[in-house]
Structure formats: structure tokens, C-alpha cells
């Protein structure tokens, strides 16, 4: 079975850097041709697809986030985490891990964009930035 859980500071101050860990049991996150995507969801805000890493460790980002993204694994762990700098009010949200099953087609990853088809998914961690 697939679980995913995410953990992380819930608290975090404005200007400061988000890191978010996504633990992965049941299946390899190395596994061809899937990918780890990392979500969030605001009030008022629909669900923003924010970046995923792919089985062969590529990573693909959403614009909007203008480069304050950053998502890498550690394979050992079959873990994959989430950093986003220069945080503000406005990065308050329930953010969420969820496995991709299609965001890879072969080798080819996001070549139009974020699917939203996501399979399994981590119950969320909500993450304040607030001082």
C-alpha cells in the first residue's frame, strides 16, 4: 500500500525559508516513469500545483512560484522534500505530497504542465507564516 506523509514546521516567520519533508512507503520513489508532486491549498484559493520531482531526479516547477521553489530527494530515505524561500502571508496554506502516475510520459516529464490526476496523496501539513 501507498502512504505518503508530510512533515515540517507549522509555524514559519515571514522572509524565512519553508522545508517540508514528504515520507514514502510502499512504493520506490525511483520507480519509472512516476513523479512526486508537491501541492497547496489556501482558503478563498484553488488547489496550486507547485513542483514535482520525477523518478530520475529531474524537477519541474510551477512559474509562479518565480524560482522561490526548490524540490530534491533523498533516495536512501525514499523521502522527497520541498524548500521555498522568502516566504510571506501569503504562502499560508495546507500544503500536500502526492504521487503523479502521469506527469511522466517515458522519458518526458510536465511537457504540458501539471496534470492534476494525482493517485495517492499525504493527509497535508499546514504551514502559517505568520510573526
Known amino acids: 500500500q501507498v502512504q505518503l506523509q508530510e512533515s515540517g514546521p507549522g509555524l514559519v516567520k515571514p522572509s524565512q525559508m519553508l522545508s517540508l519533508t514528504c515520507t514514502v512507503s510502499?512504493?520506490?520513489?525511483?520507480?519509472?516513469?512516476?513523479?512526486w508532486s508537491w501541492i497547496r491549498q489556501s482558503p478563498g484559493k484553488g488547489r496550486e500545483w507547485m513542483g514535482a520531482?520525477?523518478?530520475?531526479?529531474?524537477?519541474y516547477y510551477s512559474p509562479s512560484l518565480k524560482n522561490r521553489a526548490s524540490i530534491s530527494r533523498d533516495t536512501s530515505k525514499n523521502q522527497f522534500s520541498l524548500r521555498l524561500t522568502s516566504v510571506t502571508p501569503e504562502d499560508t496554506a495546507m500544503y500536500f505530497c502526492a504521487r503523479d502516475p502521469k506527469g511522466c510520459s517515458g522519458v518526458v516529464c510536465y511537457d504540458g504542465g501539471p496534470t492534476y490526476e494525482f493517485d495517492y496523496w499525504g493527509q497535508g501539513a499546514q504551514v502559517t507564516v505568520s510573526s
Open positions: 510502499g512504493f520506490s520513489i525511483t520507480t519509472s516513469y512516476f513523479a
Open positions: 520531482i520525477a523518478y530520475d531526479g529531474s524537477t
